[in-house]
């Protein structure tokens, strides 16, 4: 092994001035620090875009739920428009559109995906208010549609429970035939009567259209920001 040369060592550390010796130290640290951060950064824009991909997602589950429940209720907006338009003269609408009255639904969707970023600190880590604002707004339609979609199946299961309760065998039976023999009984209840009036009207024209038109346009938004396929 070579042998260390101590007065050499000596010269060079007797030559080093005070202010070398700090910026020696000072480069040092800067260059951690610098590091440091630049690995939170990433590790950071990660998870942002992790929790944007779920979020994406959820949305995504959501408009499925918002499509499934909204094709169920146009077959009873169509049906009402059809008997007001004939007065509720359902013998002289053809029999195969005179559909049964039994299915209850409702419309849930999830913001579990949401509330992660909500909880986390990555929210304010989040330059882009503007889409925060769409995201947060968009759940907040949802749970507007939710009200309003299940206020009209609760109606309808308020009714058509009791109607249903109150049949005789035989009308129960006629009721799953189907047809003009069916409707024969359902309109001679007048609750009934009055509730199948009300679908054709109960949203303002275009405000489902325009849910869904939201939805798009935030799971788009976040796919263009973050990169998502």
């Not at 002289?92 to 909500?118: V, W």
């Not at 749970?143 to 009791?162: C, H, L, Q, S, W």
């Not at 009934?192 to 024209?205: D, E, G, K, L, M």
Request: a negative charge; aromatic letters at 10%; hydrophobic letters at 35%.
């Amino acid at each position: 092994m070579k042998n260390i040369t101590w007065n050499k060592v000596k010269t060079t550390v007797k030559d080093w001035q005070v202010g070398d010796y700090i910026r020696q130290t000072s480069i040092g640290v800067l260059i951690t620090f610098a590091g440091s951060e630049l690995v939170t950064q990433n590790s950071e824009k990660k998870d942002i875009q992790a929790t944007m991909s779920l979020i994406r997602d959820e949305l995504k589950s959501n408009r499925e739920n918002y499509k499934s429940i909204v094709s169920e209720f146009r077959e009873d907006e169509r049906l009402s428009s059809l008997l007001v338009e004939h007065d509720l003269k359902h013998r002289t609408i053809p029999e195969d559109s005179l559909i049964r009255l039994g299915h209850i639904r409702s419309f849930y969707y999830s913001q579990n995906a949401l509330d992660i970023l909500k909880n986390s600190m990555l929210m304010q880590k989040i330059s882009d208010k503007e889409l925060l604002l769409q995201l947060t707004g968009i759940y907040e339609v949802l749970d507007g549609f939710r009200a309003t979609m299940n206020g009209y199946y609760d109606m309808k299961d308020e009714i058509m429970v009791p109607f249903h309760l109150a049949l005789t065998d035989e009308q129960t039976d006629q009721i799953n035939r189907g047809g003009y023999e069916a409707w024969d009984i359902y309109l001679s209840d007048r609750s009934v009567r009055n509730f199948v009036r009300v679908a054709r009207n109960y949203f303002t024209p275009d405000y489902v259209e325009r849910v869904g038109k939201r939805i798009d346009e935030a799971i788009q938004a976040l796919e263009k920001k973050y990169h998502l396929e």
